[in-house]
């Protein structure tokens, strides 16, 4: 896929704190509109807001916003959480630069980032978070080791052994890294032997935590799903959640979750491997409103510095 880079200037602020869930009260920072990866199961491709497929809009006076609307604070944040609807290492140099500048400067600041990935993160980022390991929390996404999940569910993402270089990277640059099973796709790369060998690959590389969830569904991912799977895969997912209730879900009204009873057991299934192999495993409370809440991002503080609240499901 060719890829369209829009640079635009931003006139709303950076820092945006959402009020639910797992990141409540942590600024969260998207370095550009829209996200190369494509994938398939991607609720933020739906968004009004949201560029067409191949278009990546990067705000290139991000850093010097950044340092205006901090100097205008009177508390500085304790931590800010990149890409929650983007990814910050995109492979196109403009937006690794800015990507860069920003997180160097939070850093430089004492100000702690975490941010969520599946591209691939290059050695002037890892050399940096080095410098900083104790302020930086990297969550890769990583649901199955087989390169035909990748290529179906997520084609212009980086490949398994690519984000597995990432966690080993990290690792030994001191930084801590968990990794996020999200979404678990019903029927597909959710068997025990898949998961055990996943979580065990995990465990030589050192990683002590998860998150995971169950794919939601929006109207605009079924309809995704619908176009851009073959029909009997897309078929077979959507089966799981025929006479499941709308609902809202986050921000969305227009939401159907995975039946309880599918979810418990798929988490127990993993969950029961995590500790065999003396990993943590978090369920994503945003994502599973019906179950007792857990947080998925642990380890990061909010603005006001009190600890993210976890409980355990199990």
């Not at 944040?77 to 990149?82: D, G, L, M, Q, T």
């Not at 605009?220 to 959640?241: F, G, H, N, T």
């Not at 003396?278 to 179950?291: T, V």
């Amino acid at each position: 896929m060719v890829l369209r880079l829009i640079r635009q200037q931003r006139k709303t602020p950076v820092l945006k704190a959402p009020s639910f869930g797992c990141l409540k009260g942590i600024p969260v920072i998207n370095v550009t509109r829209g996200c190369p990866h494509s994938c398939v199961y991607c609720y933020a491709r739906g968004f009004p807001e949201a560029p067409l497929r191949g278009e990546i809009h990067l705000y290139v006076n991000l850093p010097e916003l950044l340092e205006k609307e901090l100097g205008r604070r009177k508390r500085l944040p304790r931590w800010v959480s990149f890409s929650t609807a983007s990814d910050p290492f995109p492979p196109i140099d403009e937006v690794l630069k800015v990507s860069y500048q920003v997180m160097e400067f939070l850093l430089r600041r004492g100000i702690g980032i975490s941010f969520l990935t599946k591209g691939v993160i290059p050695p002037d980022f890892v050399e940096l978070f080095a410098r900083h390991c104790e302020l930086v929390r990297a969550r890769v996404g990583l649901v199955s080791l087989n390169d035909e999940y990748q290529k179906l569910f997520e084609p212009f993402a980086a490949p398994p052994f690519l984000r597995l270089a990432n966690i080993r990277n990290l690792t030994a640059a001191g930084v801590k890294v968990s990794v996020r099973m999200d979404p678990l796709i019903p029927g597909v790369a959710d068997s025990e032997g898949e998961i055990e060998s996943l979580v065990k690959r995990l465990k030589v590389l050192k990683v002590k935590e998860l998150s995971i969830s169950a794919l939601i569904l929006r109207p605009s991912v079924a309809m995704q799903l619908a176009e851009e799977l073959p029909l009997s895969l897309s078929r077979s997912i959507l089966k799981y959640y025929q006479g499941q209730p709308w609902q809202k879900v986050i921000t969305s009204a227009r939401t159907k979750l995975l039946p309880a009873s599918a979810r418990i057991v798929r988490y127990q299934m993993i969950k029961e491997i995590s500790a065999r192999y003396g990993l943590a495993c978090h369920i994503c409370g945003c994502k599973n409103p019906d179950l007792p809440w857990e947080s998925c991002n642990t380890g990061v503080e909010s603005a006001n510095g009190d600890k993210v609240e976890q409980l355990t499901l199990f």
